[in-house]
């Protein structure tokens, strides 16, 4: 059973940095392409960035410039490196993996796991 359990989300002032992880468990990691994804209320869920199998990297021009993601196989675990937060960037932060090979997309239907969110906030 594929698990995705995000961590390291929490409130932080304009111009702050954050970490998230997400630990990924009941397949072989690094296998397919993932991704995080956000989601502010009132809004639609959105790409923020990508990572394929071979460590290319994509990014939402939003946030291009400021987060990093990264992944680490001997742990099973994907990053978001957030430096530089605006209050645009409040939103929940979902993780997601694809089962089939996609390279690397924004595209919420190119993925088939998701975890359950840790909560992003920047105050001005």
């Known amino acids: 059973q594929v698990q995705l359990v995000e961590s390291g989300g929490g409130s932080v002032q304009a111009g702050g940095s954050l970490r998230l992880s997400c630990e990924a468990s009941?397949?072989?990691?690094?296998?397919?392409?993932m991704a995080w994804f956000r989601q502010a209320p009132g809004k639609e869920r959105e790409g923020v960035a990508c990572?394929?199998?071979?460590?290319?990297?994509k990014y939402a021009d939003s946030v291009k410039g400021r987060f990093t993601i990264s992944s680490d196989s001997a742990k099973n675990t994907l990053y978001l490196q957030m430096n530089s937060l605006k209050p645009e960037d409040t939103a929940m932060y979902y993780c997601?993996?694809?089962?089939?090979?996609?390279?690397?997309?924004?595209?919420?239907?190119?993925?088939?796991?998701w975890g359950q969110g840790t909560q992003v906030t920047v105050s001005s």
């Open positions: 997601a993996t694809a089962n089939l090979s996609i390279g690397l997309s924004l595209g919420l239907r190119d993925f088939r796991y």
């Open positions: 990572i394929s199998q071979d460590g290319r990297t």
């Open positions: 009941g397949y072989t990691y690094s296998t397919y392409s």
